[in-house]
């Protein structure tokens, strides 16, 4: 039998999936608008005014949102940040890669480039899941690698050079971009999808590039030798298309459409700053109710390598995490269930800005409701 859960202690809107993410209605009524007759844009060739407008409403908005600097470019392509990985395995690493691995994402970048046949086999550093693994300067490396904030596990790191270097920083903000503070110059390249933050559908990158990533991918792609760079792994071809506000092949339009509308709003409430406040805030609720509930706890033991974005709970051995995560979905309260490959007995919320802060807290007395009726 579900445990039926009162009403009046559900949230608002019971989405708290990690990725894809809570799409807000007024983005679903933009994707509805933009399929009137009256004023097409879906169903309407990329190349024609209405889509490369909308293109360049969202590089325009990222430009603002994240205070693009002085000739960092906004670059988006086909695929999303799976697919990025391999257009910087192909057309930014030089010789040789440094990745921080702390969960899925760093890892599989790192796995990319020691598939390709023609790069040296990549510096790795490692830290345990729930952990943070930093970059160390390295006198053997032309690339550094690190996600910003790791969905599988809930940790978070910083965006900082190594000390001394001039070589490229890569920083994978797939969970992180739009809800965490960020300095671009302490990074060459800024890369993401659109599922997370930003409420949109998967299918694209987007990545924000400093003069030197520019430079280096024109480099890279021009050395020949063993090197082959497929058109649709090209950088360079990226970033020529994304300067006519288009992409190479045929983009998502309904995605583009949800992505511009939810830029635009971060920007009206008061932009990085202020997603980035609203997601701490969430956090804050959250791992406060786990700190002081005696059968839960922050998975992620040190409170600075919390993510403020994707949080993940721990649940005392005595309570089925399946179990809560079950009844929760059947009361409308969706996707809170843990990492599948971490098999961890928790619970993971996202946080992300769409995301009420109120709800995140209504979800915590669902949780303690759900425990106290299993147990």
């Not at 890569?170 to 990074?187: H, I």
């Not at 403020?308 to 089925?320: F, N, S």
């Not at 209504?362 to 949780?367: G, R």
């Amino acid at each position: 039998m579900t445990v039926q859960i009162p009403s009046s202690m559900l949230p608002s809107d019971g989405r708290f999936g990690s990725g894809p993410s809570k799409v807000r209605t007024p983005q679903v009524l933009a994707l509805r608008d933009a399929g009137d007759p009256a004023r097409p844009v879906l169903g309407t060739s990329h190349r024609q005014p209405p889509v490369k407008d909308l293109v360049r409403r969202v590089r325009g908005g990222l430009a603002d949102l994240f205070d693009l600097p002085d000739g960092y470019e906004v670059v988006l392509g086909n695929g999303g940040s799976t697919a990025f990985w391999e257009v910087a395995a192909a057309s930014l690493v030089r010789e040789r890669a440094q990745h921080a691995t702390f969960g899925e994402f760093g890892a599989k970048f790192a796995a990319a480039t020691r598939r390709a046949p023609f790069l040296a086999a990549p510096e790795v550093v490692e830290a345990a899941a729930g952990s943070v693994a930093y970059l160390t300067p390295s006198d053997t490396v032309d690339v550094y690698a690190t996600p910003h904030n790791e969905t599988s596990t809930g940790a978070m790191a910083p965006v900082r050079r190594p000390t001394g270097t001039d070589q490229l920083v890569l920083t994978d903000a797939t969970s992180g971009a739009g809800a965490l503070p960020v300095d671009l110059r302490e990074t060459d390249v800024y890369y993401f999808g659109p599922q997370k933050a930003f409420g949109s559908d998967g299918g694209l990158w987007l990545a924000l590039c400093s003069p030197a990533a520019i430079a280096r991918a024109a480099e890279v792609e021009a050395s020949g030798g063993d090197r082959w760079v497929p058109e649709f792994l090209s950088l360079t071809t990226a970033l020529a298309n994304s300067r006519q506000d288009q992409t190479l092949n045929t983009p998502a339009v309904g995605t583009l459409v949800m992505l511009a509308d939810q830029v635009e709003w971060m920007l009206g409430q008061g932009g990085l700053e202020w997603s980035s406040r609203r997601c701490a805030s969430s956090a804050e609720i959250l791992y406060g109710w786990a700190e002081g509930c005696e059968w839960a706890s922050p998975f992620v033991t040190d409170p600075v390598e919390r993510s403020a974005v994707v949080g993940t709970i721990d649940l005392d051995e005595r309570v089925d995490a399946s179990a809560v995560v079950g009844h929760l979905r059947d009361n409308g309260v969706l996707d809170v269930f843990p990492y599948r490959k971490l098999g961890r007995n928790q619970i993971r919320v996202g946080m992300f800005p769409s995301v009420e802060p109120d709800d995140v807290a209504a979800l915590t007395e669902c949780v303690e409701y759900v425990v106290g009726e299993l147990t």
